[in-house]
């Protein structure tokens, strides 16, 4: 791999950034639905579509981002994304009306499938592959922080601003970052390549298909809707397969499943977030429901687990150097899943607080997980490779983390019945939390494929 020869010591907080706003949108507003429904003068119960048009919009556009990296060079592709990004977040704070909402957030989301993976792109293209590990380390805090200062933020916004500001927040951050980016982001190399149109059309025909399919998961009455989407989805999986195999401009190329520590972190990050993707969803709603507690209080008892994540990130590259990435990511997925079995142990007597040591522990473990993972999926790609290895984690990513939502609901719904739970849902939630902890465990069987040395060029 050639670097750039002078990255800036400001690159990784322009990285860092722009994660994390377009991480912070994705979540920041939940807790504000209500409050701008009721300024619509809408039902709150079809404001859930503000979050469906942003996840859709990803998964549509996110495939573009290789063919855009290649035509148009990273610098171009990052500064253009983070001005519709702003634009997007003015039209949704400006909006009148709900469609005038849907509409900003599809512009914001447009914009967001560009910079996330262009932000991972631009770090391997800048750094030395054993230079990545540590800046990734760090430009990656704000996946742990932002899905719980989003919800905490918009509650806060909402209830003594007005819920214009968390879209208006956005601009003098953006703004900020875009003027960064104009001075210090490097010219990359890039080629004029051409669309493949038709594997644009299958691989984000089938995102949508699969996404919309999770969005749409929890309403019983569309069953059927959401098993002919997922039929349509993984059959656009599949004909896109058959077309990339002679297809020389592939949107994403099958070569890069002959490079064998990404086609194994790949899977790895697929069956894996499928267990960790369920505790978001799950706890929230154990605090809120069984427990009867308030979402101020369950914002509280998530913190430490995101901060914990952030406090031990500075131990990781001597744990991965001293055991390699093969042994700890066996051994962290089993203590990972065994972590999440504990979750389901307390019962309706237990004190809250009895959860805070368990979910402490559990947001350590679970930064090492996602570090580990991407970087080890990332460490042997050429650098032709990066823009559409990026693209594909990252469509990766969005997918198995809505799979993991579902397969907890799908729990929960089978479990609270009065056959199994006799009227109490604690028993629903324990039973929850065994079967994504196990699925957790199991998953661990995919990095045992990983060679000892695997890894080793990302520590230096």
Request: proline share 7%; aromatic share 12%.
């Given at each position: 791999m050639s670097p750039q020869p002078k990255a800036s010591p400001l690159l990784p907080l322009l990285l860092t950034i722009t994660i994390f706003i377009q991480l912070l949108d994705a979540t920041i507003l939940n807790t504000a639905l209500p409050a701008i429904a009721k300024d619509f003068h809408e039902s709150p119960l079809v404001m859930q579509s503000t979050i469906i048009s942003y996840a859709l919009t990803l998964a549509?556009?996110?495939?573009?981002?290789?063919?855009?990296?290649?035509?148009?060079?990273?610098?171009?592709?990052f500064m253009g994304a983070m001005v519709v990004f702003v634009l997007g977040s003015i039209g949704c704070a400006m909006s009148p009306n709900l469609n005038w909402l849907l509409t900003g957030r599809?512009?914001?989301?447009?914009?967001?499938?560009?910079?996330?993976?262009?932000?991972?792109?631009?770090?391997?293209?800048?750094?030395?592959?054993?230079?990545?590990?540590?800046?990734?380390?760090?430009?990656?805090?704000?996946?742990?922080?932002?899905?719980?200062l989003g919800p905490a933020i918009g509650g806060y916004l909402a209830d003594y601003a007005t819920w214009h500001w968390i879209f208006l927040i956005n601009v003098p951050i953006g703004l900020g970052a875009l003027i960064l980016a104009w001075y210090i982001l490097p010219l990359f190399p890039y080629k004029k390549s051409k669309l493949d149109l038709k594997g644009f059309f299958l691989f984000s025909g089938a995102s949508f298909c699969l996404t919309l399919a999770l969005e749409l998961f929890d309403g019983n009455e569309l069953v059927g809707l959401v098993v002919g989407l997922l039929i349509a989805g993984f059959a656009g999986v599949y004909f896109y397969w058959g077309h990339a195999k002679s297809e020389k401009d592939a949107i994403y190329s099958r070569d890069l499943f002959q490079i064998r520590t990404y086609r194994i972190g790949m899977a790895g990050n697929l069956v894996c977030r499928l267990g960790i993707g369920g505790v978001p969803y799950l706890l929230p709603l154990l605090f809120q429901i069984a427990y009867q507690d308030s979402a101020s209080l369950s914002g509280m008892l998530l913190a430490p687990m995101a901060l914990a994540g952030v406090a031990v990130k500075p131990g990781f590259k001597f744990i991965l150097s001293r055991f390699g990435y093969r042994k700890t990511l066996i051994r962290n997925t089993q203590i990972l899943g065994f972590l999440i079995l504990l979750l389901g142990l307390p019962g309706k007597e237990a004190s809250l607080w009895i959860y805070v040591p368990i979910l402490i522990v559990l947001g350590g473990v679970n930064s090492l997980q996602f570090t580990a993972m991407n970087t080890i999926t990332l460490s042997k790609l050429r650098d032709y490779q990066t823009t559409s290895a990026n693209s594909m984690l990252s469509v990766n990513q969005l997918l198995s983390l809505g799979f993991g939502v579902a397969i907890s609901a799908i729990c929960l719904r089978i479990f609270n019945t009065d056959m199994i739970a006799h009227g109490d849902i604690f028993v629903a939630f324990r039973y929850s939390f065994i079967v994504i902890g196990l699925l957790t465990m199991i998953s661990g069987a995919v990095f045992a494929r990983l060679h000892v040395q695997d890894g080793k060029n990302m520590m230096g």
């Open positions: 549509i556009f996110i495939p573009l981002n290789s063919f855009l990296s290649d035509r148009i060079g990273l610098k171009k592709l599809v512009v914001q989301g447009i914009g967001g499938a560009m910079l996330a993976p262009a932000a991972r792109t631009i770090i391997m293209r800048s750094y030395t592959r054993s230079q990545f590990f540590n800046v990734f380390n760090y430009a990656s805090m704000p996946a742990l922080l932002a899905p719980v």
